[in-house]
């Protein structure tokens, strides 16, 4: 699939915001590759990558409503502005539904039943636990708790030294 037009698309939603922009290609990128090596089919695969693009696309509109951006506030407040993007580029309802789902549950990390939340969130934990600094006791309990598929595992493993 490309991803071009919504890549762009959300580099104007964060325009003047380098790092968010950062972020969102680097979670994309561990999602394509974990959901690749774990064999997810092509639609599965399609879903997980278009939500790693826009799984962020509600801290702008947290921080503008209430000042502040936490997991919550952007679990409630991305789903909206995802399903208005997703459609104004085309996109078939079905997967803007499970998009949308995934933005709003990409920080609840309970009854995880399908790979798709499964990988994005271990894509978002690579990336964020490097570019917060985390301690090696961080990572090593997030790799246990929160790392379910063998690709991300690896990665993890890799990538920290765990």
């Known amino acids: 699939m490309e991803y071009k037009e919504l890549l762009r698309a959300m580099f104007v939603h964060d325009q003047g915001d380098a790092k968010?922009?950062?972020?969102?290609?680097?979670?994309?990128?561990?999602?394509?590759?974990?959901?690749?090596?774990?064999?997810?089919?092509?639609?599965?695969?399609?879903?997980?990558?278009t939500a790693a693009i826009v799984h962020d696309i509600g801290i702008r509109p947290a921080e503008e409503k209430y000042g502040n951006c936490n997991g919550k506030l952007q679990e409630q407040e991305g789903p909206p502005v995802a399903e208005k993007l997703l459609a104004e580029l085309g996109y078939d309802e079905y997967v803007i539904k499970r998009v949308s789902w995934l933005v709003g549950h990409h920080h609840t990390y309970t009854d995880v039943h399908c790979m798709e939340h499964q990988i994005l969130l271990e894509a978002?934990?690579?990336?964020?636990?490097?570019?917060?600094?985390?301690?090696?006791?961080?990572?090593?309990?997030?790799?246990?708790?929160?790392?379910?598929?063998?690709?991300?595992?690896?990665i993890c493993k890799t990538m920290f030294g765990v």
């Open 20 to 49: 968010r922009i950062q972020h969102m290609l680097k979670v994309h990128e561990f999602a394509r590759l974990i959901g690749l090596e774990e064999g997810l089919e092509e639609q599965v695969q399609h879903i997980l990558e």
């Open 124 to 154: 978002d934990f690579l990336v964020n636990l490097f570019e917060d600094g985390c301690e090696m006791e961080t990572i090593r309990h997030t790799y246990d708790s929160m790392f379910r598929t063998t690709a991300g595992k690896e």
